[in-house]
């Protein structure tokens, strides 16, 4: 079955701490892959995506991910994190090549000030 | 406002009520999805309608739950004889068939007591 699994289920950090959250990804053909945020008391919101071309991925508040096919990752990182990062992250293929979203359990995010 | 709208945003209920939530979605979007979310977990999906067409049930939808999008705008989703389990955040989406992205709504919290 197609998924993508989360092994970080709570993270904390300290403000200005380097963040990388993991992201595998089990299905084969033609890989696309999102990190969607969910702010607390908000919906989800896309951070960025990965459909083809570059590897290395830039999305918004800084936020960055890297394919690498050899590892079937697409890990979240970001160079320094700040307070309102505070979240839950989820890693998920888009819906147009399955559907429907699948996705991660999800990576509880505490950046403490 | 012209993003998906969820309502209502809480709602508490007794074991055995019926409760209805409704979601609008995007005005041009023919896709509109149904997930559920409980505590520490992903969305997980329900249902999705492509226009009034409901194409895909999860096995997770019980025959308690029913979904409707009558006229391929709003959906209606209705859990009869609500049980303790019940009790999660039910979100709402909505995107086009061709989608590379969808657009959450901030979802309906249900407490079942």
């Known amino acids: 079955a197609q998924s993508v699994s989360q092994h970080n289920h709570h993270v904390i950090l300290s403000e200005a701490a380097s963040l990388e959250l993991g992201c595998n990804y089990s299905?084969?053909?033609?890989?696309?892959l999102f990190w969607y945020v969910q702010y607390p008391g908000q919906h989800l919101q896309l951070l960025l995506k990965y459909f083809s071309g570059d590897p290395l991925v830039k999305g918004i508040k800084g936020f960055e991910a890297e394919f690498i096919k050899s590892k079937f990752s697409f890990n979240l990182r970001k160079p320094s994190v700040q307070w309102s990062d505070t979240a839950e992250y989820f890693c998920a293929p888009p819906p147009c090549n399955f559907n429907k979203f699948y996705f991660g359990s999800g990576t509880k995010l505490n950046v403490k000030p | 406002d012209t993003g998906v709208s969820q309502n209502p945003r809480h709602k508490i209920t007794k074991r055995g009520q019926n409760v209805t939530f409704r979601c609008d979605p995007i005005s041009e979007h023919n896709r509109l999805y149904w997930y559920r979310q409980t505590l520490g977990q992903g969305p997980e999906f329900l249902t999705y309608f492509q226009n009034e067409a409901q194409l895909e049930k999860s096995r997770l939808l019980s025959d308690r739950f029913s979904a409707e999008r009558p006229k391929g705008s709003f959906s209606t989703l209705e859990i009869q004889r609500t049980e303790q389990g019940d009790s999660a955040m039910y979100l709402c989406?909505?995107?086009?068939?061709?989608?590379?992205?969808?657009?959450f709504g901030q979802g309906t919290r249900l407490t079942v007591v």
């Open positions: 299905y084969g053909g033609t890989v696309n």
């Open positions: 989406a909505s995107s086009l068939v061709e989608a590379t992205k969808a657009f």
